[in-house]
């Protein structure tokens, strides 16, 4: 059931809790360079001034679910059915448990309902830093917490998941040089979290650099970006498997052991592919798998009905497409999603030929924000970071449309303040 407190500070609350200036000198700190100096308007809806808020017992149930993913995802059998006919590199278990998996949540009248997984998460960094601007508007705030970890103590941990991650794989060897990695970075929207991790990594004594994977060469048993070898990949990709002709380099490196990589295609395929989303949300599926009931019930109470489109069940999705959100299952950020009730036939065909899955329908909750001296219900999402199973971070995304999208006036990632049970 929805928490009443929680509900009622979302839609009456509106209140600034986010001090400009205090983000603004994190920013300044974190990039000496000033490189970062200008975000509140190249990135004008990166951040919402409002925070959001969830009921204690709303955070405790996301974190059952996430622990009784994780579980399942830790089954041989789980493991030896999600990788049936998965790539080799995708069965290639390389030691480490990769970085800030994200755990999407819609708040749902029945409780949190998990939308998605994904093992690229971005704006947990973003995150900690929003959350170290905020300021509280009145005494109801004071004893609300902002997360399982203080804001203050996130970066500490993020380092210490990066080097736990290494040490996974070449044990007490130094940690010498990370490069964070995605496709033409400096053109992408988080572009800017790169730059915070580079800043954090380079102020705990490890080199840090920012690349695309072109940039990456393989040779003499080693990864370089030009001159520096590279010990540690952060992998930003949605290049999923490394099947691109521009990851060649990085993915030989992978493949013979030459760089640690995080997150990597292994954990992709058991966690992150939405098929996935199949076996967790099916009762019979679970029990098969030698599930303890208790955490059965966890996962089909909290994870809506998911189904691969198939030729067998295309005509009945199509007739109940209503009731349906369309989703690619090696699909991220949203695109080419489709709700069931703004489906063409055209696209339909598509759907049908384009590997699937169709997930029923939580409509998001919301979030009352003041626009321009006007009242505006946003759509809220929320977001657990999560490493080895644990939370790190919560966090929001306030928006307008179909998927979170950061072009939304009054949106952006919210700080999510824990109302008490």
């Known amino acids: 059931m929805t928490d009443p407190a929680a509900h009622q500070l979302n839609q009456q609350c509106d209140c600034t809790t986010l001090d400009a200036a205090a983000l603004q000198r994190q920013l300044l700190a974190r990039a000496p360079d000033g490189s970062l100096g200008e975000l509140h308007s190249t990135h004008p809806h990166l951040f919402s001034a409002v925070p959001m808020f969830v009921s204690g017992s709303d955070l405790a149930r996301m974190q059952a679910t996430i622990a009784a993913i994780e579980s ?30 994200g755990y999407d949540f819609h708040l749902a009248p029945q409780g949190p309902q998990l939308i998605e997984v994904n093992t690229n998460a971005g704006g947990a960094l973003l995150n900690a830093v929003l959350a170290q601007a905020q300021q509280p508007c009145d005494a109801r705030m004071q004893g609300m917490a902002l997360g399982p970890l203080a804001p203050a103590a996130l970066d500490r941990a ?31 929207y988080l ?35 030009g001159n520096q070898r590279v010990d540690l990949v952060y992998n930003r990709l949605t290049d999923f498997g490394l099947g691109s002709a521009t990851s060649n380099d990085l993915r030989s490196a992978y493949r013979d052991g030459a760089v640690v990589l995080t997150p ?19 009762a019979v599926a679970l029990r098969a798998l030698g599930v303890d009931e208790a955490t059965v019930q966890t996962l089909i109470e909290s994870i809506p009905r998911t189904l691969l489109v198939t030729a067998e069940n295309a005509a009945t999705l199509w007739q109940e497409r209503r009731r349906w959100f369309f989703k690619p299952a090696a699909g991220y950020g949203g695109k080419a999603t489709y709700r069931g009730d703004k489906l063409t036939k055209r696209v339909w065909d598509e759907i049908c030929a384009g590997n699937y899955i169709a997930q029923l329908t939580v409509p998001p909750s919301e979030r009352c924000v003041r626009v321009q001296g006007v009242d505006t219900m946003l759509k809220v999402d929320v977001r657990n970071y999560v490493y080895r199973g644990a939370v790190q971070c919560v966090a929001a995304r306030l928006y307008q449309g179909q998927t979170t999208n950061f072009r939304t006036a009054g949106g952006g990632f919210a700080s999510v303040y824990s109302v008490p049970r």
């Not at 295609?265 to 099916?282: E, M, Q």
Request: hydrophobic share 50%.
């Open 72 to 101: 399942v995802a830790a089954l041989p059998a789980f493991v030896r059915q999600t990788l049936a006919g998965a790539s080799e590199l995708a069965c290639f278990d390389p030691g480490n448990a990769g970085v800030f998996f």
């Open 191 to 225: 572009y800017p979290e790169f730059v915070l991790f580079r800043g954090l990594m380079q102020s705990h004594g490890v080199a840090a650099l920012i690349a695309d994977p072109r940039e990456l060469t393989y040779r003499d048993g080693a990864l370089f970006c």
């Open 264 to 282: 990597h295609p292994h954990a992709h395929a058991v966690f992150a592919d939405k098929r996935n989303l199949c076996v967790f949300s099916d």
């Open 158 to 188: 993020f380092v210490d998941m990066f080097l736990q991650e290494w040490r996974s794989v070449r044990g007490d060897a130094p940690l010498r040089c990370v490069a964070i990695v995605d496709e033409a970075p400096t053109q992408q």
